[in-house]
């Protein structure tokens, strides 16, 4: 094993991973269910769905198996000129399941490209018109991914600052913590209300990266609202809260005014195969539709539509759609629920948190919440070695699990923070 993981030091590039300094990687062999197998023998439980992408377990055979039956018929062809069952089977369910104004479907490859089409799509919706409209509202804190575009709306940080010169310039609002809700919304109120905003992009209720921040529903609706009343387009990034994470199928569900682009990944294929989708209301749509050519979206991926991916996607959806996978969401949520009263007043714990499958709380530091604070270096080998993947957000320790956990299982993982707590 020693000898496979040299020639992976010397190979490559792992993300979000220094090249000098760190602990060499885990060798996996294989991963079923919840579990991931090392190849010297170890079982990790994957609590954080290989970063939230993971819904129904891993190595699915039902997914797997849709795989196989769609390469021995159609493995890929260009997206443009062509298109397949599998994709229109695909948009027409994501459709269905969508926000009631959501009307077509956009296929890229990942979150950053999904964020990266609509945030296009929203500028050149009034590019088309020959309206002037330049400006973009984003969260502090945000994280939509790491391309150019998805960086310029994200949060300004030791993540982006070799590349802050070639950013387009953002109207940044600060986190509507619930005792900042009057000032954000005053500033928020002020952006719309100068006109010359074209779109407001965030996190419905959830930032993720950010160290798992949940916000309040009621001021987002209001925001939407009032952005939607002033022509700014609102973009929800729904890659991580997407298909089940905060219990509905979507963070759009839990409000009333729906958005005008909806960002989705991550738990799409179940978390097998890679893809994006950008959905968009008709209004967005009639911009586009024109006998210019030059108001054509000219965006694409060399993936665009995959239709192996797409098999897999609806596999996915299969699962999620039955009463077992509800179920299964509505226990996890139970389960955190009782475990956050375990751990509420512990003096290690501080602001302990659920919401649908997500549970996360802040250990109690010296040093404020942050991505590098350096209780993330003692806390993620801690739990590998005590077989659970936990990769902490600095000092933010959250869960996140597969669907399919079984109530043994998070006996286990709610054993171990326990432990953890009262020993650290």
């Not at 993971?54 to 196989?68: E, F, K, M, R, T």
């Not at 089940?244 to 991550?266: T, V, W, Y």
């Not at 802040?362 to 270096?377: G, L, P, V």
């Not at 801690?382 to 936990?390: D, P, R, S, T």
Request: hydrophobic fraction near 40%; charge should be negative.
């Amino acid at each position: 094993m020693s000898s496979w993981l040299e020639r992976d030091k010397s190979a490559i590039w792992h993300p979000f991973t220094p090249l000098k300094g760190m602990t060499e990687p885990e060798m996996l062999e294989r991963a079923e269910g919840v579990n991931l197998y090392t190849k010297d023998g170890k079982k990790i439980i994957d609590v954080i769905s290989s970063w939230w992408v993971n819904i129904h377990g891993h190595s699915h055979p039902y997914i797997a198996q849709a795989i196989a039956e769609q390469a021995n018929k159609l493995e890929h062809v260009i997206f443009a000129g062509f298109t397949h069952e599998p994709a229109i089977r695909l948009a027409e369910r994501l459709l269905d399941i969508l926000p009631d104004n959501q009307s077509k479907i956009f296929f890229s490859d990942n979150g950053s490209t999904a964020t990266e089409v609509a945030i296009k799509m929203a500028f050149q919706y009034f590019h088309n018109q020959g309206i002037e409209k330049k400006k973009i509202i984003a969260i502090d804190g945000a994280y939509h991914g790491d391309t150019f575009g998805a960086m310029s709306v994200g949060d300004r940080g030791p993540f982006t600052a070799p590349f802050d010169p070639y950013l387009f310039e953002v109207e940044f609002i600060d986190f509507p913590d619930a005792d900042k809700e009057d000032e954000v919304w005053k500033h928020f109120k002020g952006l719309v209300e100068s006109g010359d905003v074209a779109s407001f992009i965030f996190e419905p209720i959830v930032q993720g990266a950010s160290g798992m921040k949940f916000y309040s529903a009621e001021l987002l609706d209001r925001m939407i609202a009032l952005a939607q009343g002033h022509n700014v387009i609102c973009i929800a990034d729904e890659v991580m809260t997407g298909f089940g994470r905060l219990g509905p199928l979507f963070a759009a569900d839990l409000l009333e005014h729906k958005p005008d682009i909806i960002c989705l990944s991550k738990g799409l294929t179940g978390g097998v195969l890679p893809m994006g989708v950008t959905s968009c209301t008709e209004k967005i749509q009639e911009a586009y539709r024109s006998n210019d050519l030059m108001k054509t979206f000219f965006h694409g991926h060399s993936f665009t539509g995959n239709p192996m991916i797409c098999a897999a996607a609806n596999a996915s959806l299969d699962l999620l759609l039955t009463d077992d996978c509800n179920n299964n969401r509505e226990r996890i949520n139970q389960r955190h629920l009782a475990f956050l009263k375990q751990i509420e007043n512990h003096s290690m714990v501080r602001n302990a948190r659920v919401i649908g499958t997500i549970l996360a709380f802040d250990i109690n530091t010296e040093k404020d919440t942050s991505y590098f604070n350096e209780a993330r270096h003692h806390l993620y080998p801690y739990f590998i070695e005590k077989g659970l993947l936990i990769r902490p957000l600095g000092n933010v320790i959250y869960l996140i699990p597969p669907y399919i956990i079984s109530d043994d299982d998070l006996d286990y993982v709610y054993t171990t923070i326990l432990e953890f707590l009262n020993s650290y």
